[in-house]
């Protein structure tokens, strides 16, 4: 079964308005997650590391004011895309692992659209 | 050189046929190394984890691991329609960040 649950699988809003993603590990704890994303038929690319208790850390050219990520327990990470535009939309994608050297376990994506 | 070489594909096989998915890298360091199935508008999916040289073997699926030619495989035995997605490996160094390969698209032909 899934080791890692994302919520929403699908989401549809508004140019202006915010959304929020969830992503949880169900069997293990994970201090720390990653957020991804996805265009069509294109490979995945890493947005942000999310670490428990402090700090994202974002790869090069992704706005960290735009993508706001909050680790707030070992089991959640969650991603809110603020004042979404229609180049937002994606398929956004989230992973974890029980620790450094384990393999990641993947959620089942997020796919928005704005409108 | 990047990190990480994947053909994208796409790679088509009539239905029985066994695949051949390869990928490789650069960085000596690696020692851990996956391999995911990706079906559309979905998550990866984790399919095999071998930690250094070798082969593993689960089910119709063997993945490869040749860390003195840098050069990982994944070999899918009586290919099926429902093998049909893309495949991307990934590998890491101890207590390092994961590296993804920009995956393979495989189409298996009934």
């Known amino acids: 079964g899934a080791v890692v649950s994302q919520h929403p699988s699908r989401v549809i809003c508004k140019s202006g308005t915010s959304v929020k993603i969830e992503c949880r590990s169900l069997d293990f704890q994970a201090t720390t997650m990653f957020w991804y994303r996805q265009f069509p038929k294109k490979s995945l690319m890493l947005m942000a590391t999310?670490?428990?208790?402090?700090?994202?850390?974002?790869e090069q050219g992704v706005e960290k004011d735009k993508f706001l990520i909050n680790h707030a327990s070992l089991t959640l990470s969650t991603l809110t895309v603020t004042s979404a535009h229609p180049e937002d939309s994606s398929f956004y994608i989230c992973?974890?692992?029980?620790?450094?050297?384990?393999?990641?376990?993947f959620g089942n994506g997020t796919r928005l659209t704005v409108t | 050189q990047k990190e990480v070489e994947q053909d994208p594909g796409p790679l088509s096989v009539p239905e029985g046929a066994i695949v051949s998915l390869n990928c490789t890298y650069s960085n000596s360091a690696f020692q851990y190394f996956m391999w995911y199935r990706q079906y559309s508008r979905k998550g990866p999916e984790l399919l095999m984890y071998t930690y250094s040289s070798g082969n593993k073997e689960d089910g119709r699926f063997t993945a490869q691991v040749d860390k003195s030619s840098k050069y990982i495989s994944l070999f899918i035995r009586d290919s099926q329609p429902s093998d049909s997605a893309t495949y991307l490996c990934?590998?890491?160094?101890?207590?390092?960040?994961?590296?993804f390969g920009k995956g393979t698209r495989l189409h298996i032909l009934p």
């Open positions: 999310s670490n428990e208790g402090s700090k994202a850390t974002y």
């Open positions: 992973s974890a692992g029980r620790d450094r050297n384990s393999p990641l376990h």
């Open positions: 990934a590998m890491s160094a101890p207590d390092d960040k994961i590296i």
